[in-house]
């Protein structure tokens, strides 16, 4: 990383936050309601923007209930417009992405200037455009592996799993290493009880993720199917492991795209381990039958992140001229499902 | 088309047929149950292979409920066994493919020696599988474009179509031009009112046919959907487009392996027309709403004919080291699916 350290993150590295930092979060549901009230019982001051569940929580407040021990927020600082809330420091994107196209009016009242918006969404390429919004140096990104549900208005079961993987964010995903700021959100979050792994590469450790999301996420919606159903059919788990190499080559071509595009040399270790795949199998051979969030989001009738997890990764893989079939094939089979499902519900509405 | 004709036509070109030819039908369903019938009808002596409709098709006959006209056959020649059947000049399989396992008991008492099996069923290379018990003379291959039902014991509908298309069979499926027995057999079916097109290329033929199985009878099952509401949905045109697109590389592919496997030189007129992938596009655009026969039997909890119509096509193509990434990961999905329908229906059955 020496090379690309000397070039890219020169001015980066000293990205800082104001020593006591206050939060936003935006989308206070099973994830942004979780980190928000564990942040807040840590001693952060917290502000949640909500909606449909406005007025429940600003009586009754949050309750969580989780694995670690069940608590309760009587008071927290909810908010039903961002223009009424007070500028932050560190704005949470805990929306699902299929709500993005508010961003452009939900971020700018409430991001200081010095600030930064951490983006806690799933899929690619989201940073980019929130980088169009706030600009390019007050954008982070974090990656939940986060299993919480929403049980009713401010209510929330945190079932499993907790960690972040945080990651800074430049221009073209040139690679950041390990900033400040991430420090101090880190020591924010730990202090809170979450674990926190820091990425020197935001890009990379976004495809990682997909390493698992894109097969499994996209293939539980088509085949109606729990991620033990899958792994105990030798089809499915030869599809999976295809779809695993698709995404570790779209990795690769399109960090070589974003070096490219950042001017700086090629080198390996924007790339993912082959063996990586085969650690990801075993690991859903082991997991308890699990249905992804994505089925979850199919079965309920929302709409579901196809463009964040499979059209953004098509389309950053498509740019550096590599063409995935098979998570194309995926993209445009969920395209249709999707489609259906909510005009369903449209129907059944009426 | 004149090279091959003299290097492998000349045995084949001669191979006929007694001029008063008998029928044995196995299968006698939507499909063998009314050719069969109209070929009883036009003065063919036939004979019927029937399982559980054994009773009533003995006593009460065949009834064909037909675009064409109505008719019923009060008296059948039904059998309970293929050893208890004449041998017979042509024998047509039509059987689903799901029960080919059962060729070699069924295949060796009905056959003449000097007889030919005309595989009757959708997919690929099911008459290498044939000649392997009968012998590489003893086969052609018939594509069937019929829309037909069994609405109850001996009751058939016929609601649309019913031209066939006929091939005959060489080993390597080397390609036999128009020999005399189809002409022979042809003549036959004329005579019951059924069109026939004569195949110089039974491989060519049955790949063409597949342009259209392999993306709308895979997909129909897969996304649950008519053939409107696929057409309908631009992300799922594109798809079937690019998985015909596989199917004409792989028709090409292996008609040059066949080519090489049989001695013969290459040639261009073993592939398929680019224009008829547009053709086929419009077709189904202007077609009826219409359930295919694979989701008909995924509906109704019946083993899918997976392996003929991907399955083996598969298989070809890679034989000519040709991946078809699409269509495997359709194979792969409706394995999945095919299995899963089944252990419903055993589960049920408890």
Chains 1, 2 share one sequence.
């Not at 420090?183 to 450790?205: K, N, R």
């Not at 990682?208 to 088509?222: A, C, D, H, R, T």
Request: aromatic letters at 6%.
């Amino acid at each position: 990383m020496s090379s690309l350290r000397s070039i890219s993150e020169l001015s980066i590295a000293d990205r800082t936050l104001p020593p006591s930092r206050t939060y936003a979060v935006l989308g206070t549901g099973a994830l942004g309601g979780f980190y928000g009230a564990r942040l807040q019982q840590a001693g952060c001051e917290v502000h949640f923007l909500l909606h449909r569940d406005y007025d429940y929580v600003r009586q009754h407040g949050l309750v969580i209930k989780s694995i670690d021990g069940d608590f309760v927020l009587p008071q927290v600082h909810a908010h039903q417009a961002a223009h009424q809330m007070p500028p932050c420091d560190v704005v949470l994107v805990a929306l699902k992405t299929t709500q993005n196209h508010l961003l452009p009016d939900l971020l700018p009242p409430v991001l200081k200037p010095n600030g930064v918006v951490l983006v806690l969404q799933n899929g690619l390429d989201i940073e980019t455009a929130v980088a169009e919004i706030v600009g390019a140096d007050r954008v982070m990104g974090g990656l939940c592996f986060l299993c919480s549900n929403k049980t009713a208005p401010g209510q929330i079961h945190h079932l499993d799993y907790k960690q972040i993987t945080l990651g800074d964010y430049a221009l073209h995903y040139a690679p950041c290493g390990v900033t400040k700021r991430m420090q101090q959100i880190a020591a924010d979050f730990e202090q809170a009880g979450i674990p926190i792994e820091l990425s020197a590469d935001l890009l990379l450790a976004r495809w990682k993720k997909l390493v698992w999301n894109i097969p499994f996420n996209g293939l539980s919606v088509v085949l109606n199917a729990t991620t033990q159903q899958m792994m105990a059919d030798e089809s499915i788990r030869s599809l999976a492991e295809q779809l695993m190499q698709e995404v570790v080559a779209g990795a690769a071509a399109s960090g070589a795209w974003a070096n490219s595009q950042a001017g700086i040399p090629q080198s390996d270790d924007r790339q993912i381990s082959p063996t990586f795949i085969q650690t990801m199998l075993d690991y859903t051979t082991k997991m308890k039958p699990y249905r992804t969030s994505m089925k979850i989001d199919y079965d309920e009738q929302r709409p579901l992140e196809v463009e964040a997890i499979f059209g953004n990764p098509l389309r950053m893989a498509m740019q550096a001229k590599l063409q995935l079939p098979r998570i194309q094939m995926l993209y445009q089979q969920l395209q249709f499902l999707d489609r259906q499902n909510r005009s369903q519900q449209q129907g059944a509405s009426h």
